[in-house]
C-alpha cells in the first residue's frame, strides 16, 4: 500500500483528490495539508511514501516545502501539482528534488500510476508537459561559472554514462535504458548510481534539468 499525503490550500481540491486516489487499488491517504509549513508539520508526524504537494500556495510554496522535505532523511517522493504546464515554480520544484510534476486536470489512472511510479524509485519526467517545461526553460538558471563547472563534470563520465545519461533525461526507465543499450537492469542501475555521484546530484530528476541545462539533450529531442 502506498501512503500519499495531499498539499493543497483549496479544500475542495484536496477532498476531491482523496476520493477518486482512495478509488485506486494499492493507494491510502494518510494526511492533509493546506500549506507547505503545516504540510512539514504533518510529515513529522505522519509516515508517508509519496506527497502531492500543490506547488502555489500562501505563506510556504510547494518549492520551498519540497526543498526542506528532500533535506530530511528518508524524505518521501514529491510530485508537484500544478495548473500551468509551463510553470517556473515547477521547474523550481524540480530543481528542489522533487519527482515530477502534473497538471491538476490529469486523468485519475495517471496520477496513481504517477505515484506507484515515483514509489518505486523512477521519475516522473516523460510526460508531454514536463518536457515543454524543460524545453522552455534549458539553460536558463545556470550562470557562466556553473555552466563550466558541470561541463567538466560531464567530462568525467565515461561514453557508456553519456549514453545512459541521455536516455534518463529522454525520461526512459532503468528497464528501458537496459533494452535500449542491451544491457541487464543491475548493469543500468548502477551506471544511474554513477552518474549521480559524479555530478553530485541528489536524483535523476536533477540528472534531467543538468542534461536540458548544459545542452547534453537539446530542447525538443526525442
Known sequence: MVRVVLVDDQEMIRMGMRMVLESQPGIE????????????DLLGRV????????????????????????????????LILTTFDLDEYAYDALRAGASGFLLKDTPVEEVASAIHHVHAGDAVVAPSTTRRLLDHFTRSSLDPSQLRDTNVRLDELTPREHEVLQLVARGLSNAEIAAELVLA????????????????????VQAVVLAYETGLVEAGER
Open 47 to 78: 509516515e508517508a511514501d509519496v506527497v502531492l504537494m500543490d506547488v502555489r500556495m500562501p505563506r510556504m510554496s510547494g518549492v520551498e516545502a519540497t526543498r526542506r522535505l528532500r533535506e530530511r532523511p528518508d524524505a518521501p517522493g514529491v
Open 185 to 204: 537492469e543491475g548493469t543500468v542501475k548502477v551506471h544511474v548510481g554513477r552518474i549521480l555521484t559524479k555530478l553530485g546530484l541528489r536524483d535523476r
Open 29 to 40: 491517504v494518510v494526511g492533509e495539508a493546506d500549506d507547505g509549513d503545516s504540510a512539514l
